[in-house]
């Protein structure tokens, strides 16, 4: 048969030209078809999700921009039909900084964008230098400092008034700076050779792990003040601080030891061959290639201790948690509570997923793989 | 050729000093760190027998044997105020194995369907599934109680306006009210015809694994068993006249009479739980699917296996190893937050717990109760995951 005389069925194609596939495989059509509707269920399925979404989604975003009252009085939300977002607008700065003074409530204002300018600055691994440790030492006692004021002319604030936005981020900040490095410590003694160091290492983080982080935080609200001797007192969020910072240590531990597992004998024999001693190879050679491999759990970590800092509410803390319940208790304000927790739920999804996002960023970037 | 020492001949201890024997070294540095904690501890408990004795704080468990004086909402067991607060201690126990057991199972539901969603290949489901796990993993789980709970009170009407989606089903600021069974012999004969179904599986299993391995023949023991614990409560309830009477709720005055009521606390306790929980669960039965590759589908349909099969001995037993140990970690992690329930007013055991704290005043004996009570939770969890660990470990060359 002659190839080259033209099939009556197919049309004539030259043989430079590119034959342009049916509507149906390729652009908006075929990525419905492909994606949507590529068998009868999942048609099925997605007819009926869609219904689903439009019963659900268009009355949910009337009542949550098209009625919402933004910065009303509570009266006139009441007798609108939307969302009273007024609720947190007319409340915005208890709801931020709680009992803090009202006339020195620029000094957390201050507070916080510094620690979000270091955050800012700390994305970027280019910066991660000395300087900038330096930085972060300076940025959280200048925080401290802010807050508790009593030098440079700055009126002393009882810590028993802070409260709101701060208290939250600080008691994040702290309890995660400094549960890394006891995490770590605490991981290096469980696969330590010294059988008591191994011993009191396991018991503890075993103990902490097994107890939910409330039964801490009651420990360290009233039990801690029996530990110490007659008039010596530790404040309240200093304690509720260490029980975050134990609790949390425990779970990076576990973490770390993960990743300490990981790492091939031979890198160990090769660090002992050059004549390194125990502190030189964990530092030098174990312990940058481990920290490296645990960056995604670490950093689910971390997020969950950013979101049980909500648990000092139980011991009466007035973390941002605390002081919207405390406005929801406000006749006026009463009955509020959706819009409330929805605002709260936000602020803790923004705060979790760009720690996850910037998690996921960075595994990118330190992947040595090919 | 000169005379070398040998190397063994002179003792390091004349050469040598002793921190640079690694062994004296290490004992010594063991020794102080014993030292370190256990001077640490004693400074710890001095201080502590001196407070009590001076705030004049009866000491022991004897409390125990008290009576307790307060009430409590809900309980699986019968219990009055004039109780010892052992029990009321109980009773908090009972309640938080309650909503720990209904969650998880409900938990490992949800969280297998949406996880088995987010691998959809339908785009809108997988990115629903997505997006759901992505939400619910990032807001604090107290937050969300808080909300379900003053959703309850808050959204919903009393008791004379309930809701009314189903016949004899009403939602209201009292809780969820369902009807009840009544009473009859057949429902503990049916429980009695599940168990016993369940031992003759469990017996069938293992005589058809070992014909299998002697002869080589098969039998079908997924067919047989689903008959069995279908079909065996079923014909009791049959056989014992087919009871189906049930007592509908009704309003009577403010409040309704009849049914079974589930408490506002309670319901929205499991639901918090259920939802923040399900969309780790999700996550991580996800990864259990993916990790199995799909050369092993292929190899396994190489070899002729059915789907079923196929799915039964290649590919499930090679995603649970995957999927079981952080599972369980997940369902502990449900049973520990299930203490945030204090904060809401449903009445587990650090809530009855802490009660007892503050009518006794005994706070160091409440909290190590509590400690211990979650403990013994975690560390009979860890011990089937060492168990299961060991059972499902590769079994390498």
Known sequence: MNSREPSP???????????????????????????????????????????????????????????????????????????????????????????????????????????????????????????????????????????????????????????????????????????????????????????????????YIELIRGVPLISLLFMASIIFPLFLPEGVTINKILRAQLAIILFTAAYIAEVVRGGLQAIPRGQYEAAESLGLNYYLTMRLVVLPQALKIVIPPTVSILISAFKDTSLVVIIALYDVLKTTQTVLSNPEWMGFSREAYLFLALFYFTGCFSMSHYSRRLEKQLSTEH | MPPRRSLSAPSPHETEPFWLDPRKRSVLFQALVLGVVALIAWYLIANTVENLHRQKIATGFGFLRKEAAFEIGESVIRYSA?????????????????????????????????????????????????????????????????????????????????????????????????????????????????????????????????????????????????????????????????????????????????????????????????????????????????????????????????????????????????????????????TKNSSLAVAIGYPDFVSVANTTINQTGQSIEGVALIMVVYLFFSLSTSAFMNWYNKKAKLVER
């Open chain 1, 9 to 203: 069925l197919t049309p004539a194609v030259n043989p430079g030209d590119t034959l342009k596939p049916p509507v149906t495989a390729y652009g908006p059509v075929g990525w419905l078809r492909k994606n949507l509707f590529n068998s009868v269920p999942n048609s099925l399925l997605t007819v009926l999700t869609v219904a689903f979404l439009w019963k659900t989604v268009p009355p949910l975003l009337q009542w949550a921009f098209v009625d919402a009252q933004w910065a009303t009085p509570s009266a006139l939300c009441r007798q609108s039909d939307g969302a009273c977002w007024s609720v947190i607008s007319r409340n915005l700065r208890f709801i931020l900084f709680g009992f803090y003074p009202y006339d020195q409530q620029w000094r957390p204002i201050v507070a916080v964008i510094l620690l979000l300018g270091l955050i800012f600055f700390s994305r970027d691994r280019k910066y991660w230098t000395k300087p900038l440790a330096y930085a972060w030492i300076v940025g959280l006692a200048a925080m401290g400092t802010l807050m508790a004021g009593g030098v440079f002319g700055l009126s002393a604030v009882e810590s028993s008034q802070w409260g709101g936005l701060p208290l939250t981020l600080l008691l994040a900040v702290f309890g995660l700076t400094a549960a890394y490095p006891l995490g770590v410590v605490l991981a290096l003694g469980r696969q330590s050779r010294m059988p008591a160091v191994k011993v009191l290492c396991i018991v």
């Open chain 2, 82 to 334: 004039a109780d010892t607060y052992a029990r009321a201690l109980l009773v908090g126990a009972l309640n938080t194995v309650k909503v720990a057991v209904i969650g998880i199972v409900l938990t490992v539901l949800l969280g297998t369907f949406i996880g088995i969603a987010r691998l959809s290949s339908n785009w809108l489901i997988a990115r629903l599934a997505a997006a759901y796990i992505e939400v619910m993993q990032d807001i604090p789980v107290l937050l969300q109680l808080f909300f379900w709970y003053a959703l309850f009170y808050e959204s919903l009407p009393g008791p004379r306006n309930a809701l009314n989606p189903l016949t004899g089903v009403y939602l209201c600021n009292r809780g969820l009210i369902v009807p009840a069974l009544d009473p009859h012999p057949a429902w503990r004969a049916i429980v009695l015809a599940l168990v016993a179904a369940v031992a003759v599986v469990w017996v069938l299993r293992r005589w058809a694994r070992r014909r299998q391995d002697r002869t080589g023949q098969t039998f079908p023991v997924f067919r047989v068993s689903l008959a069995l614990i279908v079909g065996a409560p079923v014909l009791t309830w049959w056989t014992m006249g087919s009871p189906r009477a049930v007592t509908l709720p009704t309003l009577q005055g403010f409040n309704f009479v009849g049914g079974k009521t589930l408490s506002p606390e309670f319901t929205a306790v499991l639901l918090g739980l259920v939802l923040y929980t399900a969309a780790f669960v999700a996550e991580i039965v996800r990864a259990g699917i993916q990790a199995v590759s799909k050369g092993q589908r292929e190899a396994a349909m190489a070899l002729g296996l059915r789907p079923a099969q196929v799915l039964r001995l290649v590919i499930l037993p090679q995603a649970l190893r995957v999927i079981i140990p952080p599972l369980t970690s997940q369902m502990l992690n449900l």
